[in-house]
């Protein structure tokens, strides 16, 4: 397989595998950048700290989930420890009071536009907004995010849940509703 064979020559500090790697990835995970940061410059930062932490790492990858998730999951992380690092407080849950409910409707109406949507989850708090788009827009399970922040899979599943329901708050205010 092609992207085995350059990976291998990563794994062996081969600068050109190393940048074929890179501009084979660099856009797709630059948006997933943007998506936590809303700023160019501090994207491309954290992109560039994201792509030297693999290449350094780059050993560690067993190929158990492809090159691109594992990147991705780097990428989620030096956002949030950039975000974190600006002071950004995450305030704690207290775990003994959540209830799971599982609601996988995320339809809003027809009339709202992504970039509503995307809008309207920067302005989700960071702790909502961290797991929001980690499970809808990246992808990640709750065993995943759960490991990531550093929360229980519990935590993770209310956050979504109080996320989603701040997120039609948010687009409600606005007076547009969402389909539920």
């Given amino acids: 397989m092609f992207q085995t064979d350059v990976v291998e020559k990563c794994k062996g500090n081969d600068r050109k595998a190393q940048l074929q790697l890179y501009r084979q990835y660099c856009d797709g995970m630059y948006v997933v950048a943007m998506r936590f940061l809303c700023n160019s410059d501090d994207a491309e930062d954290v992109l560039q700290d994201a792509f030297i932490n693999a290449f350094q790492n780059i050993h560690q990858f067993s190929g158990e989930v492809s090159f691109g998730a594992w990147l991705k999951r780097i990428v989620v992380n030096k956002c949030i420890d950039f975000l974190k690092s600006r002071k950004q407080r995450l305030l704690p849950l207290e775990e003994e009071y959540m ?20 809008q309207a989850i920067q302005k989700l708090p960071d702790k909502y907004r961290y797991v929001v788009l980690m499970y809808l827009l990246e992808g990640f399970d709750h065993k995943e995010i759960s490991q990531v922040l550093g929360l229980t899979e519990t935590a993770s599943r209310t956050r979504l849940l109080r996320g989603k329901g701040y997120l039609k708050s948010v687009l409600t205010r606005k007076g547009y509703g969402t389909g539920s």
């Fill in 99 to 118: 209830q799971i409910v599982d609601d996988n409707d995320w339809s809003v109406g027809p009339e709202i536009t992504i970039n509503e949507v995307k």
